[in-house]
């Protein structure tokens, strides 16, 4: 498929004949990548014009071909499918705007420009990008279709570019980079604090790059722009993506969420839950419309859905519960929250510390407790935890030491000490602790559950009475269950719970936050009882 284009020279070769050098914006990065590259010939040209008219995009997706998936994930290069980008196109030609110019944050190959330039036949076009090769083949593209006239491609950082004052409205469309925190630089990091706190917000330096250019747009933009941008989905819930949440329904002017499901392969190389926003800067929508969908290729994807008010939004802390289709119960059933809370286990803060070894070895046995700390203990325990044998114990000392006699106090200080020296009271957790040196475990929960994994959860009836930390959660029943009931829930829970009730995150991985698991849908006690007489 991609035989003509077997290395960047050729792509770049390939964008040259088209007339790359025509659309305004070429830099010096560019023309030092183009240096002693011949055009190629105008044949190939002229096949390659054909197609990216027909609405294909050969070049990109060669680029996506030359590099690989891992290679362009270090930028977060994730190619949006044309479905998608019809979808939210036909968000924005229905708010009639007619804007004057239109503005994708990380233009690729130009996918959304090219849409959107048949949508909106007077408007300018803007692509602003980091990549010098992709940068060259989103020009190719502009100019094959024509539209070199109206297109500039900026070189550039799209949170600290500056877009000149137009006339009229500006269109901000496009799929923002995914680059988790750890690749990011401290510039950047600091830029994120710095600018949140001129508007009034707090900003997490754990926040992918996706919410630094939400950030950036509310920066850019002028009362009555509009947009549309698609990515992860997991702002919607973790604590970094607060800030994305506080300027979707303040600054940013937030009229609508869509949340497509991972099933839908949205990108391509990426399993993940997608978010599409719409938004009008400077509105402020009595109520703001929500919907979950299967796949965004679908008449009025982008627009049916539920109408929350404002004031609901701005009440919770987590939204993607909001998403999920309000569902019939079957008769005799009820939700898992009716019966259980959920918790999830206890953050230690520094498990080199607090999960026991050598380096605790002269501590008394009545600080040990045999915990669940890693996922995999549980499933492969299968439906009951029997045994502790295979535990690592935890350590949880008293906040009140008094209580320990003279000769283990004096060993429980010896082992402080040592812990204080390697910092154990200077981590987050352990600051915001009754007693820095209290870890503070649950009580055993009669029913274990993993929560993060690319398969379905486990639900373990857990015998052994053990503790479990933060990589499991704990089901509580709020009255009591008899031992052959709750036997018969986690029988059914790992029976009847699949993958499609958590949320998928980019890289595959299934979440199931406690709330989301308390929606789940399980039997009665009554009816639990009756299953386990047949």
């Known amino acids: 498929?991609?035989?003509?284009?077997?290395?960047?020279?050729?792509?770049?070769?390939?964008?040259?004949?088209?007339?790359?050098?025509?659309?305004?914006?070429?830099?010096?990065?560019?023309?030092?990548?183009?240096?002693?590259?011949?055009?190629?010939?105008?044949?190939?040209?002229?096949?390659?014009?054909?197609?990216?008219?027909?609405?294909?995009?050969?070049?990109?997706?060669?680029?996506?071909?030359?590099?690989?998936?891992?290679?362009?994930?270090?930028?977060?290069?994730?190619?949006?499918?044309?479905?998608?980008?019809?979808?939210?196109?036909?968000?924005?030609?229905?708010?009639?705007?007619?804007?004057?110019?239109?503005?994708?944050?990380?233009?690729?190959?130009?996918?959304?420009?090219?849409?959107?330039?048949?949508?909106?036949?007077?408007?300018?076009?803007?692509?602003?990008?980091?990549?010098?090769?992709?940068?060259?083949?989103?020009?190719?593209?502009?100019?094959?279709?024509?539209?070199?006239?109206?297109?500039?491609?900026?070189?550039?950082?799209?949170?600290?570019?500056?877009?000149?004052?137009?006339?009229?409205?500006?269109?901000?469309?496009?799929?923002?980079?995914?680059?988790?925190?750890?690749?990011?630089?401290?510039?950047?990091?600091?830029?994120?604090?710095?600018?949140?706190?001129?508007?009034?917000?707090?900003?997490?330096?754990?926040?992918?790059?996706h919410v630094h250019f939400f950030l950036a747009t509310v920066l850019k933009a002028r009362k009555d722009d509009f947009g549309t941008f698609i990515t992860s989905a997991e702002w919607l819930d973790v604590n970094y993506g607060k800030l994305v949440r506080e300027l979707f329904l303040h600054d940013l002017g937030g009229q609508g969420i869509t949340v497509i499901e991972p099933t839908s392969r949205t990108f391509t190389d990426a399993a993940t839950t997608a978010a599409v926003?719409?938004?009008?800067?400077?509105?402020?929508?009595?109520?703001?419309?929500?919907?979950?969908?299967?796949?965004?290729?679908?008449?009025?994807?982008?627009?049916?859905?539920?109408?929350?008010?404002?004031?609901?939004?701005?009440?919770?802390?987590?939204?993607?519960?909001?998403?999920?289709?309000?569902?019939?119960?079957?008769?005799?059933?009820?939700?898992?929250?009716?019966?259980?809370?959920?918790?999830?286990?206890?953050?230690?803060?520094?498990?080199?510390?607090?999960?026991?070894?050598?380096?605790?070895?002269?501590?008394?046995?009545s600080v040990l407790y045999a915990s669940v700390t890693r996922a995999k203990e549980l499933f492969a325990a299968g439906e009951a935890l029997a045994n502790i044998s295979k535990l690592r114990d935890v350590i949880d000392l008293p906040a009140d030491l008094c209580i320990f006699e003279k000769e283990e106090r004096k060993v429980v200080d010896l082992f402080l000490k040592e812990a204080k020296a390697a910092g154990a009271d200077s981590g987050y957790v352990a600051k915001n602790r009754k007693a820095w040196w209290s870890v503070g475990l649950r009580s055993p929960a009669p029913i274990l559950a993993t929560y993060m994994a690319r398969r379905a959860p486990a639900f373990v009836r857990n015998l052994a009475d053990a503790r479990h930390i933060n990589i499991a959660h704990g089901l509580y029943p709020r009255d009591p269950l008899s031992s052959s009931t709750l036997d018969q829930l986690a029988h059914f829970l790992n029976s009847a719970v699949s993958l499609e009730e958590g949320r998928t995150y980019a890289g595959g991985l299934t979440k199931f936050e406690p709330r989301e698991m308390e929606r789940i849908l399980v039997p009665s006690p009554e009816l639990l009882e009756a299953m386990q007489s047949v």
């Open 277 to 365: 926003t719409q938004f009008v800067v400077g509105s402020a929508p009595e109520k703001i419309r929500i919907r979950r969908t299967t796949s965004a290729d679908q008449s009025n994807a982008l627009t049916g859905g539920q109408m929350f008010h404002r004031q609901r939004l701005q009440a919770e802390n987590r939204w993607s519960h909001l998403t999920t289709k309000v569902r019939e119960l079957p008769e005799g059933y009820v939700e898992l929250g009716e019966l259980c809370r959920v918790h999830r286990g206890q953050v230690t803060g520094a498990n080199r510390i607090w999960i026991a070894g050598l380096h605790s070895s002269m501590l008394p046995k």
């Open 1 to 209: 498929m991609f035989s003509q284009f077997q290395t960047e020279h050729h792509l770049i070769s390939a964008a040259l004949q088209l007339g790359a050098r025509s659309v305004r914006g070429w830099s010096r990065e560019e023309s030092a990548l183009a240096a002693d590259i011949a055009p190629c010939t105008e044949d190939a040209a002229h096949r390659l014009r054909a197609k990216i008219r027909a609405g294909g995009d050969p070049i990109g997706e060669a680029f996506c071909y030359v590099r690989s998936a891992q290679t362009r994930r270090d930028q977060g290069a994730t190619y949006t499918p044309p479905f998608v980008t019809r979808a939210m196109l036909s968000w924005a030609v229905e708010k009639k705007f007619n804007p004057s110019r239109i503005v994708d944050p990380g233009s690729g190959s130009a996918r959304f420009l090219l849409a959107a330039a048949t949508c909106f036949p007077r408007a300018n076009l803007v692509g602003i990008e980091v990549d010098p090769l992709a940068a060259i083949i989103a020009r190719g593209n502009l100019a094959a279709m024509g539209l070199a006239g109206r297109s500039e491609v900026m070189l550039a950082d799209y949170r600290t570019v500056a877009l000149p004052e137009i006339g009229g409205r500006t269109l901000f469309i496009g799929n923002p980079p995914y680059v988790r925190h750890h690749k990011l630089d401290d510039a950047g990091k600091k830029w994120l604090t710095a600018e949140a706190q001129k508007l009034g917000f707090s900003a997490s330096q754990l926040a992918g790059l």
